[in-house]
């Protein structure tokens, strides 16, 4: 209870702004917030509390909001998520940190990782990068950073896969592979001449190569460089044929027009 007093005090509320309730309030003084804590006693849980009043993306983003270690910080093996650079101590496998240029896949890692119930995204020593966090005890205004939930995620998101996912059937997994407890070379029992540790325990796509594609600017083809398709040619052909038609059908006009004033315009020999 004293957690619940804690984290739902005046100011520190973790929900985005439009969702925080002022009702809940000291359990003494609120028979709401005495119901909200039965919940969560009852096993509805803070994390699926967050769901419940989550705000789709990126609404549900906190922005000038910084979420501290505060003793909640999440150290977890984020070299399977593909990260290699902003670690802490730059020990990717057992870090509550990492570099990353875009925000969406700081929190789809934290939606992946069962103890990480938060987020935060910011600029440290000029690189941007990701913290994980299992609260948010910490939280307090930072200038430029941004902080989300556990469910603050992008419309459609999909739970990410340690490694590579292609490496992963026959009963084969990231945490039977490639745990850290196998040595720098991960579980031999797991690779053959196909999959090895090189392969199979970091993501296809490497974060540098995620990076460069965000970056690429999107440009417009000339239509000179268009593929002339059967479907191209077929516009073309009717564009000639209706400019064709419609010089036939003036120049049958002209032939036929009376000698009056609209007939200044149809150039005649001998005029």
């Known amino acids: 209870s004293s957690s619940i007093r804690r984290n739902f005090a005046p100011g520190a509320c973790p929900f985005a702004p439009l969702t925080c309730l002022p009702k809940f309030q000291p359990m003494a003084r609120s028979r709401s917030a005495a119901g909200v804590g039965a919940a969560i006693a009852a096993g509805f849980g803070a994390a699926r509390l967050h769901a419940a009043l989550a705000v789709d993306w990126p609404g549900c983003q906190q922005h000038n909001v910084v979420i501290r270690n505060a003793g909640q910080a999440l150290f977890a093996d984020l070299q399977g998520f593909g990260a290699e650079r902003g670690c802490f101590l730059d020990d990717c496998l057992n870090s509550d940190k990492f570099e990353v240029s875009d925000i969406e896949y700081c929190a789809e890692v934290c939606n992946a990782l069962e103890k990480c119930f938060w987020w935060v995204w910011g600029v440290e020593e000029g690189k941007e990068k990701c913290w994980l966090r ?125 000698d009056d004033i609209w007939d200044d315009m149809c150039p005649r020999p001998g005029r």
């Open 134 to 258: 299992t609260g948010d005890a910490g939280r307090e205004a930072g200038t430029g950073w941004v902080s989300g939930s556990k469910d603050c995620v992008p419309l459609g998101t999909k739970k990410l896969l340690m490694g590579n996912d292609e490496c992963w059937v026959d009963g084969h997994s990231y945490p039977k592979c490639c745990d850290a407890t196998y040595g720098p070379n991960g579980n031999d029992d797991c690779w053959n001449r196909t999959y090895h540790y090189d392969i199979c325990c970091f993501p296809k796509e490497s974060l540098d190569a995620r990076k460069a594609k965000l970056s690429e600017p999107t440009v417009a083809k000339p239509m000179a460089s268009l593929p002339a398709s059967s479907g191209n040619i077929l516009v073309y052909c009717i564009v000639a044929g209706l400019a064709l038609g419609t010089m036939l059908g003036f120049s049958r006009w002209c032939r036929d027009a009376a």
